[in-house]
């Protein structure tokens, strides 16, 4: 939704509110604070209760974001049981303590706070001035009134201030840092012996009947899924947006009333010189420093641009002599907007101070605003007004498409020439797709269609299925056109397969004891003579390098005295054995690795703690869980 701009803060955050936030139009916080909703109530946290309005809420939004992230892998079913309804629950539970603990702290978002983030929001700007017709244009589009979306920012501000002041605690010492990457860091030389399986394939033999035995204990292995192939058509919005017309009076009149979201803003270019303030130590040298230049640039104003370039700290404008580019209002931090905007063309300024440093500015040309012609925007309105027609053509066409491949289910005919559809046709369909194989079927990988292609009325009667909206504004009917049902492949077919299977199998075995073997009478002191290959350096960071059994082998081997040996299963059924024959860590590190190893075990460190005061809220406050409300629901 377009209001997910306002997460955009520290990462650390974002983790958190990803784990308690769950993505829906919010009741708002004073309704959070007191009771609220009316029926059956699912749980309460103290006085405070979570009504089935409310988990249905939250219960759709859940789906919708599983479905954004997971597309055509979605599956609803996978969400209707009891564990994937409670964990819902939990997160509004959780979500309902961090309030009612924000509440009680009394945390919260201002107006001044919550119109500085609205402004701010791409999606509601207009040639980067807020816009308030696009902001009414976006709630009406998310069927959301100004005071719930409000409500909704409000809480999210809420959340962020608790939320931050928790996880700033995730601290990492310097000394646990190189602890960490010293142990991430060390370096073990190896040499390798393999024990192939394919060596001991001729010392194996396959009892004949072994093969029969493991295709009658095995029979599902050889089974032939039901399979149907099947013809369908699909009505979409796009459909009908390709017939759409919109006349010229159309175009223009939708412009004259709205000739607001046309307007291009006053731009102006500036060019600046910023000295950086490090802390509340360096502000006065910033500034002595800052006055130095200016008195510079007052005696020769003609070399802002050369002295920007010896002096100016902003990596990203000095080498171009300061110059920023146009910009509008609301790009900027406010002092520095607010000095350019009040200046005059080529005037200078004295010292600006924001947030980070103190800035010398130059206004170097204005580019006024301008009401945008129509023949600029005609394209823009005429793709508007084509979407808004398609859209009401489309509700209408829907129920008649859907009545349709229902009154008249013998044949998807009708309703393709009615709306002038492509009938479409399929390859061979599986029941229960694995997912990788469910997103490549396209439209048809909806579990609804299959589950309605596989159903008996289709398969016996061959009739339409229902029309099933398989995306927003899209729908898809089909029909069987043919139909294998499940079988077993005869053993005579799978014979080979099976003996070499278990011909493979054996082989592996004879492998790893060999290798077994081979691994104790080293570790006993026998002779090495071997011929060890592929010597190699192994870390821990560079986990590539070898399997996981194997690396885990190798770094859990006692290198106390050296060579060390260790063996570990790898693919392919080969066993393989390792010599380690020198340990070894890096002169030095990395600092930008450090610094990222100390972040990412910092985050791990503050997660804890949030986790730990989620449980401490849960203890302050009494939890109730209607658990038979909830197991009755049903989705």
Do not use: C
């Not at 791409?122 to 005071?147: I, V």
């Not at 699909?234 to 390709?242: G, I, N, W």
């Not at 054996?506 to 071997?530: M, T």
């Not at 302050?620 to 038979?628: P, T």
């Amino acid at each position: 939704m377009f209001f997910d701009a306002v997460r955009s803060n520290k990462r650390v955050v974002q983790i958190f509110l990803a784990l308690i936030t769950l993505p829906f139009a919010f009741w708002g916080v004073d309704s959070y604070v007191r009771n609220s909703g009316a029926g059956t109530d699912l749980a309460s946290v103290g006085d405070s209760k979570i009504t089935m309005p409310q988990f249905d809420q939250a219960w759709r939004a859940q789906q919708d974001r599983m479905r954004q992230v997971l597309g055509t892998n979605f599956r609803p079913e996978s969400m209707n049981n009891p564990e994937a309804k409670l964990a819902v629950l939990n997160a509004l539970i959780d979500q309902r303590l961090l309030l009612l603990d924000a509440a009680k702290d009394r945390l919260g978002a201002g107006d001044d706070r919550l119109r500085e983030v609205i402004s701010k929001i791409p999606a509601l700007q207009d040639n980067g001035q807020f816009s308030m017709a696009r902001y009414q244009a976006a709630l009406a589009a998310q069927g959301m009134s100004q005071p719930q979306f409000e409500a909704q920012m409000r809480q999210d501000l809420t959340l962020q201030q608790l939320v931050s002041a928790i996880g700033d605690t995730g601290i990492v010492s310097k000394t646990v840092t190189a602890v960490m990457l010293q142990i991430q860091s060390e370096v073990r030389q190896v040499a390798e012996l393999r024990f192939a399986a394919e060596q001991f394939a001729d010392q194996v033999k396959i009892d004949p009947v072994a093969a029969q035995k493991y295709y009658e204990e095995n029979t599902k292995r050889f089974e032939i899924p039901e399979q149907t192939k099947a013809e369908y058509v699909v009505l979409s919005l796009d459909t009908l947006l390709d017939k759409a017309k919109v006349s010229d009076t159309e175009v223009a009149a939708w412009y004259e009333s709205h000739k607001d979201r046309y307007q291009q803003a006053e731009e102006r270019r500036a060019s600046h010189i910023l000295i950086l303030t490090n802390g509340d130590g360096d502000k006065e040298k910033a500034k002595a420093r800052a006055e130095e230049v200016l008195k510079e640039i007052q005696k020769s104003p003609a070399r802002f641009a050369e002295l920007a370039k010896q002096f100016s700290q902003d990596p990203g404008s000095a080498e171009k002599g300061g110059d920023l580019g146009f910009f509008a209002r609301g790009t900027m931090v406010k002092a520095f907007e607010d000095a350019v905007f009040k200046a005059r063309e080529n005037e200078i300024s004295g010292l600006v101070q924001s947030e980070f440093g103190y800035h010398i500015i130059k206004l170097t040309e204005i580019k006024a605003g301008k009401q945008r012609p129509l023949a600029e925007v005609r394209a823009e309105i005429e793709d508007e007004l084509k979407r808004q027609a398609a859209s009401r053509q489309f509700a209408e066409a829907a129920e008649v498409f859907s009545n349709m491949v229902y009154e008249q289910p013998d044949s998807l005919q009708p309703a393709a020439e009615r709306f002038k559809l492509k009938i479409q046709q399929s390859g061979w369909l599986l029941r229960n797709p694995a997912p990788e194989a469910l997103a490549a079927l396209g439209q048809l990988g909806n579990p609804k269609v299959l589950a309605s292609l596989f159903s008996d009325d289709s398969l016996k009667n061959k009739r339409n299925t229902e029309a099933v909206e398989i995306a927003p504004n899209t729908l898809l009917a089909a029909r069987v056109i043919e139909h294998r049902p499940a079988s077993t492949r005869p053993f005579d077919t799978v014979k080979a397969g099976i003996e070499a299977a278990l011909k493979a199998q054996e082989a592996a075995v004879l492998a790893r004891k060999a290798g077994e073997a081979r691994l104790r009478e080293l570790q006993q002191g026998s002779e090495d003579n071997a011929v060890w290959v592929l010597a190699r350096n192994v870390s821990r960071a560079d986990s590539g390098q070898v399997q996981g059994a194997a690396l885990k082998a190798i770094f859990n081997a006692d290198v106390q005295k050296l060579p060390a040996y260790v063996g570990a299963e790898v693919d392919g059924g080969n066993y393989m054995l390792y010599k380690i024959v020198k340990v070894s860590h890096p002169e030095s590190v990395d600092d930008g690795r450090r610094k990222a190893l100390q972040r990412e075990y910092g985050t791990t460190l503050a997660q804890q703690d949030f986790a730990a005061y989620l449980a401490g809220l849960r203890q302050r406050y009494k939890i109730n869980i209607n658990k038979s409300a909830l197991e009755s629901k049903e989705r």
